[in-house]
């Protein structure tokens, strides 16, 4: 279902004008409510008249996560500090934690976001929908909490962890969509299958996201759980989880263009790319009245795809991430992302989707070290066939990343399940 | 007729071997007999137990990968010449692996071939003793 048929479905020279008319008021409003901003844009000669529409948006300045963390925590936000009603903050993993607030009309464009999310996902005021997201300044939990309220689904506010609540909630409720992380599903579906009560649950929907995932993974969901898996995008600093989302036909994640508007630019240059092209992630954000952002560079790698969609949505698509800016590793001069590790183990289909990479650097050699678990399926007493299993993993693996691995068998559940973002890379390498 | 032996695959690192025999002790499974095979990153040990479904069980539930399977024991006269004779009449199946099953009177050996079916009807019809699933589990039960 189309929850919104008058945005979605625009046609693009309606949707430029819509984008141009914010970004116009948007402008305007920022130079005079943020220092930042206006000393930015005075040093680079800018004034709010140049900003015409959107063919100027490459006028206006980059953010970066930097720019969020020196003004930490409230020196972006345009509006006063009265007319805040809510702040989240990231996880702060790689430094000081940023922070980001929320309008009531905010609050607002958000539940309508998320609840197209659902609507495009078929869910509707029948549904009964399990929020496995953490709750609290993390924006998962509360983001999509809302938005299924909005949507008038009953929900289950489960948060993250104790897997064998949720699974006992999951069956006695009669839950029928479940939204986390997808490596915490993974879990969640391991747990039912050790508890023998996968065929009693009535799940049909996941909305997954908050780390990136494959297709291969999608699928492997959705074919041990009998239901439809989406990606869910979002990120605090833009609003949350809701910016972006893909529909049945799984061909990239549509953009929720008149709240906010996407670039792909160069990794290098940050020129922007040509359709089709992949590169860095951008956002300018033209309804955010506490936190709006100027062309913030998100880090994540993708292209855009401005053609109409077989399901009637006109908003432009970004394909399924390729990783990161910052996930990406350099070993031996070859650039590896996790996301290539993990296609290429769930295509084998003969380890568990858990891996964990492990690069080091011995007498001055870059190493690969991927540990894979022996699940009981593929488990065997015989050590030649154990020695095969490793042998054509590691083969699989250098043919996907063109550089030589080790694979390391290792016991099941070796390797941490996160019931939040996993981690899949350890980096040993010092460099001196 | 064929014996279960209950695989585990275990990972070097310290306490590994430890965790499987104290998780057997504390169910009350007795093992009869073992072999552990080695590699540089992990082991496997193949172990006859005094009940294989429930020792299965509760390495799982360990988080152990471990799995049941169909081995032959047979039993063999403690004289100069018998393990030679035991493999002339498995000459024509592939032998994965094997290790002595410990017994109080005469010796045994735990084989695992490649075609259980062919390997047992020519050691019956060589005169060769197969243990059955009572006997392996309970030896040396007194």
């Not at chain 1, 919104?4 to 409003?29: F, G, H, I, Y």
């Not at chain 1, 805040?84 to 790689?94: D, E, F, L, M």
């Not at chain 1, 350099?330 to 003969?350: C, D």
């Not at chain 1, 065997?380 to 020695?387: A, M, P, T, V, Y």
Request: with cysteine; glycine share 8%; charged share 25%.
């Amino acid at each position: 279902m189309i929850w919104n048929e008058a945005k979605e479905c625009m046609s693009r020279d309606e949707m430029q004008n819509l984008q141009s008319k914010r970004l116009v008021k948007m402008v305007d409003r920022v130079y005079h409510n943020v220092e930042f901003y206006r000393k930015k844009m005075q040093t680079m000669g800018l004034e709010p008249g140049d900003i015409r529409g959107i063919e100027d948006l490459t006028k206006l300045p980059f953010t970066t996560k930097t720019d969020l963390r020196d003004n930490y925590p409230f020196g972006l936000f345009a509006i006063p500090q009265s007319e805040i009603v809510r702040v989240h903050a990231s996880s702060g993993t790689t430094g000081k934690a940023t922070v980001v607030g929320y309008s009531r009309r905010d609050i607002e464009n958000w539940q309508e976001c998320v609840a197209r999310v659902l609507a495009m996902v078929g869910l509707g005021k029948e549904d009964k929908i399990q929020v496995s997201y953490g709750y609290g300044l993390f924006t998962g939990g509360l983001g999509l909490h809302y938005g299924a309220e909005n949507l008038g689904a009953t929900v289950i506010p489960m948060s993250s962890g104790n897997t064998k609540k949720q699974i006992t909630m999951m069956e006695d409720f009669g839950c029928t969509a479940i939204a986390c992380t997808p490596s915490y599903l993974l879990h969640i579906i391991e747990t039912l299958e050790e508890e023998g009560v996968i065929d009693r649950i009535q799940l049909k929907a996941a909305i997954c996201g908050a780390e990136p995932w494959t297709e291969n993974m999608r699928k492997e969901i959705e074919s041990r759980l009998h239901i439809n898996a989406h990606d869910i995008y979002g990120l605090s600093e833009i609003m949350g989880p809701g910016v972006a989302a893909d529909c049945e036909y799984h061909t990239g994640l549509h953009v929720y263009e008149d709240h906010f508007i996407p670039e792909i630019l160069h990794p290098d240059t940050l020129e922007p790319c040509k359709s089709g092209e992949i590169g860095e992630l951008a956002f300018t954000t033209i309804t955010k009245e506490a936190l709006p952002l100027f062309r913030y560079r998100t880090k994540d790698l993708t292209s855009i795809n401005y053609e109409k969609c077989e399901c009637g949505r006109t908003l432009a698509r970004i394909s399924r991430f390729k990783g990161r800016t910052d996930d990406m590793l350099i070993i031996r001069g070859v650039n590896v992302f996790p996301s290539q590790v993990e296609t290429a183990l769930l295509e084998l289909g003969e380890t568990s989707p858990h891996y964990l990479m492990f690069v080091d650097r011995v007498n001055h050699q870059d190493t690969l070290e991927v540990w894979v678990e022996v699940e009981e399926r593929f488990f065997s007493d015989e050590i030649r066939k154990l020695e095969y299993l490793t042998g054509k993993i590691a083969h699989v693996l250098q043919q996907a990343l063109g550089l030589s691995v080790k694979v390391k068998l290792v016991e099941p559940k070796t390797i941490e399940r996160s019931e939040g973002k996993a981690k899949r890379v350890i980096d040993k390498r010092k460099l001196v | 007729m064929a014996i279960k032996q209950l695989s585990v695959f275990i990972e070097n690192r310290t306490g590994r071997l430890e965790k499987v025999t104290e998780t057997l002790k504390e169910n009350g499974i007795n093992i009869t007999s073992m072999s552990l095979a080695d590699t540089s990153e992990y082991g496997l040990l193949r172990m006859i137990v005094s009940n294989p479904n429930e020792g299965k069980r509760v390495l799982k539930e360990a988080g152990f990968s471990a799995m049941l399977t169909d081995v032959l024991a047979v039993k063999l006269p403690n004289k100069i010449g018998m393990l030679h004779e035991l493999l002339k009449v498995l000459e024509d199946v592939n032998i994965e692996y094997m290790y002595a099953l410990a017994t109080n009177e005469n010796a045994s050996m735990v084989i695992k071939i490649s075609d259980i079916e062919a390997g047992k009807q020519s050691l019956v019809k060589h005169g060769f003793e197969l243990v059955s699933e009572e006997i392996a589990y309970k030896i040396n039960e007194s």
